[in-house]
Every structure is written in structure tokens, then in C-alpha cells.
């Protein structure tokens, strides 16, 4: 079987396998788009939306600059580092994936506890959270704890097609009703809401593009590479064309100046394939803590070792239950990184922030400022409007009428 074809099975297998699979809701109901409240950053008019868009052109340095434009084929974060790698701080993105619920979120817990990085600050991921059976207490736990939150859509849609097929429309309300839900069921401020992921990592050529801009979010990351894993590719805008290997498309061809992309650079997996998440590697070592360590190290190192590109550590909670030492492995790999002098887990819009304004040595001055958003926990036993279950939910503050969905994000009496 040819590399890229099982790169993209094992990919659709594990998300297939690992994501619900959900019904759309409501796709043929709400014709308006969801306007977000209290996000101020989006300003961009309906016409503009409606126009055509220009194709990229080839980037070129001197016509992208940061802080907002970064070319997709820089492999340095400036050009006069070169030679200085060993000085450039790695990055460490770990990111989970769906939704929050009491389990997980005891793993998570003792995953990041009281672990630190070379400037003090506390170590820090990224969760996409989807709705459906998420807690949202616990999802604004790890906001207050410092986490970033980011989004993963409402539905999780039904499968591949859903997504690919998904205008920009679509996707803005799933994503769009989602930061409603975040802002109301968990405290969450929507301008710290910066980022999405598509479920399957399906994404839908420019379209799901075109919604970050329009929802006023700063990046994707849904897309992987493995043509660019050494040298490691570094996030870069829409500015102009992108260089990087479109492994499932469609993947974007127009000029969206300013949106990011976080490269999902794959991992190799024991017999050499490529995989954009840990849980989609078909391989992976024995089921033992050293084999699983040792792999982690190697994957690491090709950045490391390299040009410092962001390591993204891309997987679900569900991958700890499929090996009896795969959690242990994990924590114990995490615990390594915290003793590098030079090595920082964080949030995916963090490290961005490095991105736009790159320094030798600490990245940055001082710390992110954690939120605190208060929350009294409310347990809900509310009806599913399209199916007629009952759906237990926990929130801040106050119950909705019926579960939240697309349609009615805030679980409204319609
Ligand atoms: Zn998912």
C-alpha cells in the first residue's frame, strides 16, 4: 500500500474510531449566520464575505513580514538564527481533542499538575473541545488553570463528507454557536478563544479558512504535513500560497491574509508512517513504559535537534485505555521535557504570540495572566430536542431549558 494512503487510513480510522460520530443538527433550519456577541475583534461586512476570493500568490520575505505575515517555507523563525538553533526555545504543543467529561479531565489533571517551565510559568495545552457530553465545569477549570481553550465544533458532524462538503456558512455556525455555548455554560472570555480544529481533521479548502477570519479567531489546526517533518515546518499565514503537502484535501488555495495555520508535522511510527496524531499511528512500540518513552524521545529530537520547530503532541484522552502503560508513558515523557533548560509547553495561541515576535533564549517576559472566571456548578437533566433523550450536563450558573445545539446554542425555550 502506498505512504500517503495509509497515512490517511490509519488518520481516518483513529478519529472514526475515537470521535462519536454525531447527526448534523439542524442544517436546513437556521438560514442566519450565528453573530457573536461581545467579539469585537470580527469586523468584517457580509459583502465582503460574499466576495470572490484572490488566489495566493507566491510568498516572498520581503513582501511578508511579521508580526502578521509569516511565509509558509521559512524553516527559522528569523533567516539570522541560522546557526544559532540550539539557542531557540522548543516549543512543546500538546493538544486534546472532543469533549470534557469527569474522566478525562482527572487524566489532565495529573498530567500538567504542578509542572513547570524553564520561566516559572505553569506548563499548559490546547483542548478542542466538541459539545456534545462535555462538562463544562471542567472545561472552565482548565481555563482558570491556565489552559487553552479551543474549539471543535458543536455536532462533530456526521462523518468525512459533513466537513469536507461544509461552506463557510456551516462551519461559522458550528463553530460560531460554539463560542456562545463556551461563553455562557463555562465563563470562558471569547476573545481567549483563538483557535479550531476541524473533527477528522477534515478540513474544506478555503472554506474553513474563511470562517476563522470571519469568527474572528486567529489559527487552524487541521492540516498535516509529512513532507515537512525534517526540517519541521513552523506555522505561517494565508497570506500568500502555502507550500506544504495536501495529504486530505481539499486544502486552501486563496490569499486569507492573517489566518494561521499550526502544521500538524507528523510523527513516525514504529515502521516509518506518518501520523498527525499519536492515536492514528498504526504502529506505535510494545505496550511497554521504555519502548513508548524512547519512540516519544525520537520524535521529539527530529525537532529538537533540529530547527526547534513547534513539537505537536496531537491526541485524544480515549488513546490512554488502549494500553496499560500508554498514561504512565505519557507522564513520564511529559516530566522529562519539564527538566530541559530550553523546552516550554504551551498553549497553541502562546506559542504563536513566540511566532510573531521570535527571540533567542526565554521567549517570553513574563507570564500569561490566568483567568478567573467564577463558576457555580449546576447539574442539568435537560431533553435533546431532535432525538427526545434526556442529557445530563454540567454548567455554570444556570441550567439551560432543553440541550443546547446548533440551532439553539443557549438551549433556549423556543
Ligand atoms: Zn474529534
Not at 513504559?289 to 529530537?301: Q, S
Request: aromatic share 12%; with cysteine.
Amino acid at each position: 500500500m502506498k505512504f500517503t494512503t495509509l497515512l490517511v487510513l490509519g488518520l481516518l480510522l483513529a478519529t472514526a474510531l475515537l470521535c462519536e460520530a454525531q447527526k448534523p443538527g439542524g442544517k436546513t433550519k437556521s438560514k442566519s449566520k450565528s453573530k457573536l456577541k461581545n467579539k469585537t475583534k470580527t469586523t468584517v461586512a457580509p459583502q465582503v464575505e460574499k466576495q470572490e476570493l484572490q488566489k495566493a500568490e507566491p510568498c516572498s520575505a520581503d513582501k511578508c513580514k511579521l508580526p502578521d505575515c509569516r511565509c509558509s517555507d521559512a524553516m527559522l523563525p528569523k533567516p539570522k538564527f541560522k546557526g544559532k538553533e540550539q539557542e531557540i526555545p522548543q516549543f512543546v504543543t500538546i493538544t486534546f481533542d472532543d469533549a470534557v467529561n469527569a474522566v478525562n479531565y482527572a487524566q489532565y489533571e495529573l498530567l500538567f499538575n504542578d509542572l513547570v517551565n524553564p520561566d516559572g510559568c505553569a506548563a499548559t495545552g490546547t483542548f478542542f473541545v466538541s459539545h456534545e457530553y462535555t462538562d463544562y465545569v471542567r472545561v472552565n477549570a482548565l481555563y482558570n488553570a491556565g489552559h487553552e481553550i479551543a474549539l471543535h465544533s458543536v455536532t462533530h458532524g456526521d462523518g468525512t463528507d459533513y466537513w469536507r462538503d461544509a461552506d463557510v456558512e456551516t462551519i461559522e455556525r458550528e463553530f460560531g454557536a460554539q463560542v456562545q455555548m463556551l461563553q455562557t455554560f463555562a465563563k470562558i472570555d471569547a476573545q481567549r478563544l483563538q483557535g479550531m480544529r476541524l473533527p477528522f481533521l477534515q478540513i474544506s479548502g478555503n472554506n474553513n479558512y474563511e470562517a476563522v477570519k470571519n469568527l474572528g479567531l486567529t489559527y487552524d489546526s487541521s492540516w498535516p504535513t509529512q513532507q515537512h517533518k525534517n526540517p519541521a515546518m513552523w506555522p505561517y499565514t494565508l497570506d500568500y500560497m502555502s507550500i506544504q503537502d495536501c495529504q486530505i484535501g481539499p486544502c486552501p488555495d486563496a490569499s486569507l491574509p492573517g489566518v494561521w495555520v499550526n502544521p500538524m508535522v507528523t510523527w513516525n511510527d514504529t515502521e516509518g508512517y506518518s501520523c498527525a496524531m499519536i492515536d492514528a499511528c498504526v504502529y506505535p512500540p510494545a505496550d511497554e513504559i521504555d519502548a513508548l518513552f524512547e519512540w516519544m524521545l525520537e520524535n521529539f529530537n527530529r525537532h529538537y535537534k533540529g530547527n526547534r520547530a513547534p513539537f505537536g503532541m496531537y491526541l485524544h484522552a480515549a488513546w490512554f485505555a488502549r494500553g496499560r502503560n500508554y498514561f504512565a508513558a505519557f507522564k513520564k515523557f511529559m516530566q522529562h521535557l519539564a527538566t530541559y533548560p530550553d523546552v516550554y509547553m504551551t498553549g497553541i495561541s502562546r506559542m504563536l504570540e513566540y511566532v510573531k515576535k521570535p527571540v533567542l533564549g526565554q521567549p517570553f517576559k513574563s507570564c500569561e495572566t490566568k483567568p478567573n472566571a467564577t463558576c457555580q456548578p449546576v447539574h442539568c437533566n435537560v431533553q435533546k430536542m431532535s432525538t427526545g433523550e434526556t442529557r445530563y450536563m454540567s454548567v455554570c450558573d444556570k441550567c439551560p431549558i432543553v440541550y443546547p445545539w446548533l440551532n439553539n446554542p443557549l438551549g433556549q425555550n423556543m
